[in-house]
């Protein structure tokens, strides 16, 4: 066994030695191959700039790069290991030639063409002349070096081959050799102790096998006399032993269902202090610990923290002094058998739980790993709910600043406007005016009301507007349902073709708002009976959203004094960092206002 062991062992190192030292040759026939195609567009490069043909401008940058590329892979890819580890056999001889070949025929020709004479069509002809009267034989030693790196990739393969029909010889023989020895020394005995087995399966311990000879199986079977005789007395501790292991199962059972019901509070909703204190309940209920004790972070301040306690065990905290508190992780007067774990993420501290074992005896590690997991599944809860928070009021932050400016914009302005106009009047008043002016004035004022309303009435709508169903799609097809009935006289079309597109909420919000306020505009000023809009993919997981109507068309400057629908559009998709565009649908007529942005999921 021990020479099959050996062939097999030293067949395998050899298979092994093999494979890593033919492990990048076919990467250097690739690129060897790879400086074949190299040279030739060199040599196309260079007739090219011979012959000085506009369409194809040559520049010294585009050689240099073809040079560049030639150097590196020459000098700095597998070829050059692979011409290392030859020693002084055919590939390195090969691989010198195409070194000395390029370093004292080639790298004079392309060096004075990238240093500039690349211009000059005379000095680009000669050296093309020069370097295409070189270009066969270099690619020839090329050739050669492809053919010395086969030849001794094969040369490795055929060794192996030998090598390993030596060892399946051999191992063959030694295989006959150990069925005739094991024919005589093993089979009878084994048999023996096949029936001993077959007693001592059935609960009879009283069998004895009578094979007594001095070798390796006269021992096994003296040791399975013994081991007959002292299986009776280990009988029991086995049971005795399934009976802990029960148990420690049972146990491992009331660890994994409290650490799946903690994962799923933790995950159900906002983390209260009940939920919480149920939580440290139930830990130091299932590792009998002593003393458990749960700081969390106060929102007012960093160093301040709101104690959290067993339910059988609540009462304030005795300390007081949250900077100095002993129990605080990183603390350097700790006992044996107390331990602080920190509950924080990459960015944030949310706290930290405090473990006391009894005696000042280490942790188990079991009862480590589960207070570990709790702290996990606590940091992972407590940061999520953290980040919730945030975007929650970056979102809030963002819409009231889009309504702030809307408001000024918009109703601000036409309030300024009408100010102005109520002072002209009350000037006119002073001055006995006439009472025409009086009545244009009041005219003017009565107009600027009127659009201030309207004004107003847009504003609501668009505060109110609600994203109340779970996709999209749904909320789009929402907004067509509620145009159709407003507008019967005109067909308005939804063509979604984004599949699943992950937009967040902010996105959803803003272009929910363009798509209203563009169809809004088609459907009241374009005269058209058909809108469509078209929600499609981009380029460079980009997304397209387009509001296109059959009307009259748009003027080349559509924005105007007093009406700010347009420039809230522009303004909420630079919120999402996208591009507005509104123009012709066609030669005919008819408008497309194209909004296309990538979603933040692809940034």
């Known amino acids: ?54 369409r194809h401008e040559i520049t010294a940058e585009t050689l240099a790069g073809e040079y560049d590329l030639f150097s590196t892979k020459l000098y700095q890819s597998s070829i050059s290991r692979a011409a290392e580890k030859n020693g002084q056999g055919a590939i390195k001889s090969n691989y010198n030639q195409v070194v000395d070949n390029w370093e004292v ?90 029936r001993a087995a077959e007693h001592t399966s059935i609960g009879d311990f009283s069998y004895r096998t009578y094979y007594e000879a001095v070798n390796e199986i006269g021992l096994l079977c003296r040791t399975f006399n013994d081991m007959s005789a002292s299986l009776a007395r280990h009988y029991q501790k086995l049971e005795d032993l399934v009976n802990e292991k029960t148990a420690q199962l049972q146990q491992s059972n009331q660890t994994l269902d409290f650490l799946y019901s903690t994962a799923q509070r933790l995950s159900e909703g906002a983390i209260d202090k009940q939920t919480l204190t149920e939580i440290i309940t139930e830990l130091k209920k299932i590792t009998n610990l002593p003393q458990l004790s749960l700081c969390l972070a106060n929102e007012s301040s960093k160093d301040q923290y709101d104690l959290i306690l067993p339910t059988e065990e609540q009462h304030p905290c005795e300390i007081g002094d949250c900077v100095n508190c002993f129990m605080r992780p990183g603390n350097k007067h700790y006992s044996e058998g107390e331990i602080s774990f920190p509950i924080e993420d990459a960015n944030d501290n949310f706290g930290f739980l405090y473990v006391r074992n009894e005696k000042n005896c280490a942790l ?37 600043s889009i309504i702030a ?61 609600k994203l109340d169903v779970p996709t999209l799609y749904l909320a789009l097809k929402t907004t067509i349902d509620e145009f159709d009935k407003m507008k019967e006289d005109i067909d308005i079309v939804l063509n979604y073709e984004l599949g699943h597109c992950p937009l967040s909420p902010n996105e959803d919000i803003h272009v929910l708002q363009i798509i209203r306020e563009a169809i809004t505009n088609a459907a009241k000023h374009s005269k058209a009976n058909r809108i469509e809009l078209i929600c499609e993919h981009g380029d460079d997981n980009k997304v397209i959203f387009k509001v296109v109507d059959n009307g009259v068309g748009i003027s080349d400057n559509p924005y105007k004094d007093h009406h700010y629908g347009l420039s809230t559009m ?34």
Do not use: C
Request: hydrophobic content about 45%; charged content about 20%.
């Open 1 to 54: 066994m021990v020479v099959i062991g050996l062939l097999a062992l030293t067949s395998m190192l050899v298979s092994i030695l093999v494979t890593i030292n033919t492990q990048h040759d076919a990467e250097a026939i690739n690129i060897a191959g790879s400086m074949r195609m190299q040279s030739y567009r060199i040599a196309l490069l260079l007739q090219q700039a011979s012959l000085g043909d506009e």
């Open 105 to 194: 025929n080639i790298v004079p020709i392309l060096s004075p063409l990238m240093a500039g004479e690349l211009t000059n069509p005379d000095s680009a002809a000669k050296a093309n002349a020069r370097y295409l009267a070189l270009v066969d034989h270099h690619v020839k030693d090329i050739d050669n070096l492809v053919l010395s790196i086969q030849q001794n990739t094969e040369d490795k393969i055929e060794l192996l081959g030998i090598y390993e029909g030596l060892s399946i010889f051999l191992s063959f023989l030694a295989l006959i050799f150990i069925v005739m020895r094991t024919d005589q020394n093993l089979v009878k005995p084994l048999k023996d102790l096949v």
């Open 364 to 400: 188990l590690p079991w009862q480590q790993r589960i207070v570990e997991s709790v702290v996990e599944n606590l940091s992972f809860a407590l940061a999520l709910q953290y980040r919730e928070g945030l975007s929650r009021r970056l979102m809030l932050f963002e819409e009231r």
């Open 405 to 465: 400016r809307e408001l000024h914009d918009s109703l601000a302005q036409s309030l300024s406007y009408m100010k102005m106009q109520v002072a002209r009047i009350s000037k006119l008043f002073d001055r006995n005016a006439p009472e025409e002016k009086v009545r244009e004035g009041l005219t003017d004022l009565h107009q600027g009301l009127d659009a201030a309303y309207k004004h107003l009435r847009e504003l609501l709508t668009t505060f109110r507007l």
């Open 570 to 603: 522009k303004e909420r998709a630079d919120w999402v960092s996208g591009s507005l565009k509104i123009g012709p649908s066609s030669e005919s007529g008819g408008t497309t206002v194209a909004l296309t942005f990538t979603p933040e999921a692809f940034r």
